[in-house]
């Protein structure tokens, strides 16, 4: 049999969310009898990204208002016996906000 290699990479704003995703993802993973091997969720670091903003378009030009967005990433890599398992994982149902793909890599 050939080995699958596949990597699910999620991102999402919130953490707690993506969290919850990843060990849903394992928990269905670890009840999978063609797998190998799991490696993740492996953390990468937060990408920040803020914006500074005017309050008033006329008048006030120091007084400023700061906005922060923060995007967190993690990737989970999967070796496995079979291609059902790309199946399985494409029916798994996720929270909404958390964003996902799958790669076959060699």
Do not use: W
């Not at 919130?14 to 063609?34: A, M």
């Not at 490696?39 to 120091?62: M, Q």
Request: charged share 30%; aromatic share 6%.
């Amino acid at each position: 049999m050939a080995k699958e290699k596949i990597r699910i990479i999620l991102q999402s704003f919130n953490h707690l969310i993506l969290s919850e995703c990843c060990k849903n993802i394992l928990d269905v993973l670890v009840d999978d009898k063609s797998i190998i091997k799991i490696a993740g969720p492996i953390s990468f670091p937060t990408k920040k990204r803020s914006y500074c903003v005017l309050r008033s378009p006329h008048v006030n030009k120091d007084s400023r208002e700061q906005f922060e967005i923060r995007r967190y990433k993690k990737i989970i890599d999967i070796q496995s016996n079979s291609k059902e398992i790309v199946n399985t994982l494409l029916v798994l149902d996720l929270s909404p906000g958390v964003s996902t793909e799958l790669y076959n890599y060699k």
